[in-house]
């Protein structure tokens, strides 16, 4: 794809000699490191560390569950280590990091959201956050690596050293960007539904989840987070959207918020995702909820 794209920006160029030496250059330019996420990702994992000997509750799935729950207002010994693009393949592996690193650990709350059923991380553009996942976690890619997941994991070593930094949140991190207010609604649903529909089976790790949390005694609690309504007018209906997951046999505790009426416009900070005000709502709901099914 580079040389196309090379050809292209540089056949109207005369002198052979230029074309190909700009040719060169634009080859080996190299993909840049989404710090932003590989930030995120650290502060869990250091901050885990430290903390690990006490933490009894695990928070696990995509940036709806990262931006969502409050760990600390919710226990002093849960910890959200749910992050943006988590998948079902790394939340399983993640459930297994935790089973085993984790002595205390009691309980898992799995974020599931409209796409969870068709979402493959490695096989989108986002495809650099796998390397973050091997280098932290020590999690195998789902497929055959390529070069640019290469290139990626020697660049993360240098810069983890370069960027340590420390929290004290239990693993929460305030989402403070979302999507602008200009950007098209059809283009996020399109997506959302896509994967909802993708026939890919990537349930078989939610049941590896949920076989793994009954050999270990581990309490799993599944939850829908809720959506904001001009996201859900141009989705189909819930039964619909969920209709896979209440398939499966063996389903744990599902915490549903997808229609829940507690949320309003000014909880979310675009069609998804929740802001802090909506947090503190979600966090204090999930409690509720999860105390009266104790």
């Given at each position: 794809m580079k040389k196309l794209i090379a050809k292209l920006?540089?056949?109207?160029?005369?002198?052979?000699?230029?074309?190909?030496n700009l040719r060169n250059k634009i080859i080996s330019i190299r993909p840049v490191i989404n710090t932003d996420f590989f930030d995120e990702l650290i502060l869990k994992y250091d901050e885990l560390q430290l903390k690990k000997e006490n933490i009894d509750t695990i928070v696990l799935g995509s940036s709806h569950g990262a931006a969502g729950f409050i760990s600390k207002l919710y226990s002093a010994n849960s910890f959200n280590l749910a992050s943006a693009s988590q998948d079902l393949y790394y939340s399983y592996k993640l459930v297994k990091y935790c089973q085993k690193e984790l002595k205390k650990l009691k309980n898992i709350y799995l974020f599931y959201s409209v796409f969870s059923s068709g979402f493959e991380l490695q096989k989108t553009n986002e495809?650099?956050?796998?390397?973050?996942?091997?280098?932290?976690?020590?999690?195998?890619?789902?497929?055959?690596?390529?070069?640019?997941?290469?290139?990626?994991?020697?660049?993360?070593?240098?810069?983890?050293?370069?960027?340590?930094?420390?929290?004290?949140?239990?693993?929460?991190?305030?989402?403070?960007?979302?999507?602008?207010?200009?950007?098209?609604?059809?283009?996020?649903?399109?997506?959302?539904?896509?994967?909802?529909?993708?026939?890919?089976?990537q349930l078989t790790y939610l049941n590896k989840i949920i076989d793994n949390c009954n050999l270990n005694n581990i309490k799993l609690i599944l939850i829908i987070p809720p959506a904001r309504q001009d996201y859900k007018d141009y989705l189909p209906n819930h039964?619909?959207?969920?209709?896979?997951?209440?398939?499966?046999?063996?389903?744990?505790?599902?915490?549903?918020?997808?229609?829940?009426?507690?949320?309003?416009?000014?909880?979310?900070?675009?069609f998804d995702h929740l802001n802090k005000q909506g947090a503190i709502k979600l966090t204090n709901l999930i409690k509720e909820k999860i105390g009266l099914n104790i």
């Open positions: 920006l540089t056949f109207w160029i005369p002198i052979s000699s230029v074309r190909r495809k650099e956050r796998c390397t973050f996942f091997k280098f932290l976690f020590n999690i195998p890619y789902k497929y055959e690596t390529d070069k640019k997941l290469e290139y990626f994991y020697k660049q993360t070593y240098s810069y983890y050293k370069k960027n340590k930094k420390n929290i004290d949140t239990n693993g929460y991190i305030e989402q403070t960007i979302f999507f602008d207010k200009n950007f098209p609604i059809e283009k996020r649903i399109s997506t959302h539904l896509r994967e909802n529909q993708r026939e890919n089976n039964n619909i959207l969920f209709e896979k997951l209440y398939k499966i046999k063996n389903l744990p505790l599902v915490i549903d918020l997808y229609d829940d009426t507690n949320f309003e416009y000014l909880d979310f900070g675009d």
